[in-house]
């Protein structure tokens, strides 16, 4: 589904056009709900709209559906399902069954969990494991110990949060050495402050970012780390949920907006996956050395295998491996350069200051 202009879009929200509800959604990241552009509530700034082609795209970047304009209406399928996402998000810290949640939307639970991942591009259970980190991180962004936020967002126990990742995300090492055989992964390029970025996204989210001098470099960095993969580029039109990742991603790393919390398929081995995992939870501003990153995740002695998997990380910004650095403080490596480093961590300083 394409989307109009975000000038137009802009334009539209502006004079709430009644006109172009449906043919895009519009959420605003101070509230965290999405709206239609004749939405009557009070206007956002500029910098915090964030552009949806559809309310599954909306709801899977984290948005809920705005009361005052019922985005949800006209819908009744969608509706439902945006129900079960609210009482999955309500009580994401309970045990929630299938049964019960295709209860509440009036289905069976195959078919509730068939309609689920075809809309919103998640099993339920993946929803509420999604919404279960979005809270830990929040929780650690408000200052509870890590050990607080794990089992005030649900998770139970440290395995849980760090040593499931491959339940629902990411792969198996078998699939993962197939080299993304069989997938078709879209990508697009933009200009950043921190120079050419490259991002690519499967179906099930973002898979790929990183920086360069030039395009051929970064497609080839691409096609290497994806060789069997059917590799797509991608205009607006034809992928409207990636040209609104990159431009919040953009927002975040040129105009210093909150780091957007996209869906992301990691692909790597299940230690890979845990590193990634604690990375996520590391709060802005903050940073920490190779050796504490082994120790949280109950791996003191694998302090050459965390920077390892630092280094290997394929998706950078958005699984924030530049918060890592050496025992004596010094930046350590960085697979995008130094300079790169050194003016993420010291952007996010100053954001943290301020």
Same mark, same amino acid.
């Given at each position: 589904?394409s ?5 137009l879009?802009?334009?539209?929200i ?7 509800d ?5 959420g605003v990241i ?9 939405c009557?509530?009070?206007?956002a ?15 899977l970047? #984290?948005?809920? %559906?705005?009361k005052?304009?019922? +985005?949800?209406?006209?819908?009744p399928?969608?509706a439902? &399902?945006v *129900?079960?996402?609210r ?6 810290d309970?045990r929630?069954t ?11 639970p195959?078919?509730?969990?068939r309609?689920f991942?075809?809309?919103? #591009?998640?099993? %339920?259970?993946?929803?509420?494991? +999604? ?8 929780? &650690?962004? *408000?200052?509870d ?13 440290i395995s849980?949060v760090y ?10 090492p ?6 993304g055989?069989g ?5 697009a390029?933009?200009?950043t402050?921190l120079?050419?970025?490259?991002m690519?996204?499967?179906d099930?989210?973002?898979c790929?970012?990183q ?11 691409l096609?290497?780390e994806?060789p069997?993969?059917e ?5 607006a ?19 210093g907006?909150?780091?957007?919390d996209?869906p ?13 995992q ?16 082994a ?20 998706i950078?910004v958005?699984?924030p ?5 050496r ?7 960085y ?14 300083r100053?954001?943290?200051?301020e």
């Amino acid at each position: 589904m394409s989307m109009p202009s975000e000038q137009l879009m802009r334009v539209a929200i502006q004079a709430r056009d009644k006109s172009f509800d449906g043919q895009f959604f519009y959420g605003v990241i101070t509230t965290g709900v999405f709206c239609q552009p004749s939405c009557s509530a009070r206007p956002a700034k500029p910098e915090n709209l964030r552009f949806f082609p559809t309310i599954a795209s909306a709801v899977l970047a #984290g948005f809920r %559906p705005c009361k005052r304009c019922q +985005a949800t209406e006209g819908t009744p399928r969608v509706a439902r &399902l945006v *129900e079960v996402a609210r009482h999955i998000e309500e009580y994401a810290d309970e045990r929630l069954t299938l049964f019960n949640l295709a209860e509440i939307a009036g289905l069976s639970p195959s078919r509730l969990q068939r309609i689920f991942k075809k809309a919103f #591009g998640v099993s %339920p259970k993946a929803y509420q494991d +999604a919404v279960r980190m979005r809270h830990f991180k929040q929780s &650690l962004k *408000e200052g509870d110990s890590v050990t607080d936020a794990i089992f005030s967002s649900g998770f139970g126990s440290i395995s849980r949060v760090y040593g499931e990742a491959t339940r629902n995300i990411g792969m198996t090492p078998k699939a993962y050495r197939a080299g993304g055989a069989g997938e078709v992964i879209t990508y697009a390029c933009r200009n950043t402050a921190l120079g050419l970025m490259a991002m690519a996204a499967t179906d099930k989210g973002v898979c790929f970012v990183q920086f360069g001098d030039n395009e051929v470099s970064l497609v080839t960095n691409l096609k290497g780390e994806f060789p069997s993969a059917e590799l797509s580029i991608s205009p607006a039109q034809d992928a409207p949920e990636l040209d609104a990742w990159m431009e919040a991603l953009d927002q975040h790393i040129s105009k210093g907006a909150p780091r957007p919390d996209l869906p992301l398929d990691m692909r790597g081995t299940a230690f890979q996956m845990k590193v990634w995992q604690f990375l996520l939870s590391i709060r802005e501003g903050d940073v920490l050395s190779y050796s504490e990153v082994a120790q949280q995740i109950d791996k003191p002695k694998a302090v050459r295998a965390v920077a390892s998997a630092c280094a290997k990380n394929r998706i950078g910004v958005l699984i924030p491996c530049h918060r890592v650095l050496r025992g004596d403080g010094s930046l350590g490596g960085y697979r995008w350069g130094l300079e790169r480093k050194r003016a993420l961590l010291g952007a996010e300083r100053e954001r943290r200051a301020e």
